[in-house]
């Protein structure tokens, strides 16, 4: 049974920095690409960032670009998202996602994700 399950999540100043996390089991954890999802109250959920199975090629949606950074750790099972000078706007459940691809870039498309996490609330305050 795949998990994937978040921590990292919570309240910080705008301006500041979280670290979330993604643990994942029950898979070949280097035969997939992770993914980064946010929803908003109200919103669609959207792409984040995405990196590819080695790790080597990641993508970043123009709204975090610069300021977040995604990573990964096969050894570990881990897929990381360091969040810098975080807005007001950020504030949503973020998702971890993994997608059953070798290919050589990451998909930021929603519906190419196998498994998700039940979601992080992060919470920016202006």
């Known amino acids: 049974q795949v998990q994937l399950v978040e921590s990292g999540g919570g309240l910080v100043q705008a301006g500041g920095s979280l670290r979330l996390s993604c643990a994942a089991s029950?898979?070949?954890?280097?035969?997939?690409?992770l993914g980064w999802f946010r929803q908003a109250p109200g919103k669609e959920r959207e792409f984040v960032s995405a990196i590819n199975w080695s790790g080597v090629n990641t993508a970043y949606a123009d709204s975090v670009k610069g300021r977040f950074t995604i990573s990964r750790d096969n050894a570990k099972k881990l897929v990381s998202l360091e969040m810098n000078s975080l807005k007001a706007e950020d504030t949503a459940v973020y998702y971890c996602?993994?997608?059953?691809?070798?290919?050589?870039?990451?998909?930021?498309?929603?519906?190419?994700?196998?498994?998700w996490g039940q979601g992080t609330q992060v919470t920016v305050s202006s």
């Open positions: 996602a993994a997608e059953a691809s070798v290919a050589r870039h990451p998909s930021g498309a929603r519906g190419h994700y196998d498994y």
């Open positions: 029950g898979l070949t954890f280097s035969n997939y690409a």
